[in-house]
């Protein structure tokens, strides 16, 4: 079965970097859109970045710049680089999988939360001011 778990984590000062990752697997993960969504507690789902097979890629308006997404075929692993964190930048995030990735545009923009599935337990981010 589709198996989904991010990591990478943790706690870091205003300013600082992370580096989140996905281990996928039950599936052809080179032929899947994949992207991250977060969700601050008290919020709404947000969905961050998603990156297509093609390796095309999206980003919400509040992450453009600091935040890029990559993946590793080889190795069934999606990433997330973030820098310049902001303490707005505070959630859990998940990886998953996102339908209509072909509808959604290539640079910055919104990305429906609806379009992600599948989804793995999450890896808490926390940015400290």
């Known amino acids: 079965q589709v198996q989904l778990v991010e990591s990478g984590g943790g706690l870091v000062q205003t300013g600082g970097s992370l580096r989140l990752s996905c281990a996928a697997s039950g599936y052809s993960f080179s032929s899947y859109c994949m992207g991250w969504f977060r969700q601050a507690p008290g919020k709404e789902r947000e969905g961050v970045a998603a990156?297509?097979?093609?390796?095309?890629?999206i980003y919400a308006d509040s992450v453009t710049v600091r935040f890029t997404i990559s993946r590793d075929n080889a190795k069934n692993t999606l990433y997330l680089q973030m820098n310049s964190l902001k303490p707005e930048d505070t959630a859990m995030y998940y990886c998953a999988r996102v339908r209509y990735c072909s509808t959604m545009g290539r640079g910055s923009g919104r990305i429906p939360i609806s379009n992600f599935y599948d989804w793995g337990r999450g890896t808490q981010v926390t940015v400290s001011s």
């Open positions: 990156i297509t097979a093609a390796s095309m890629t």
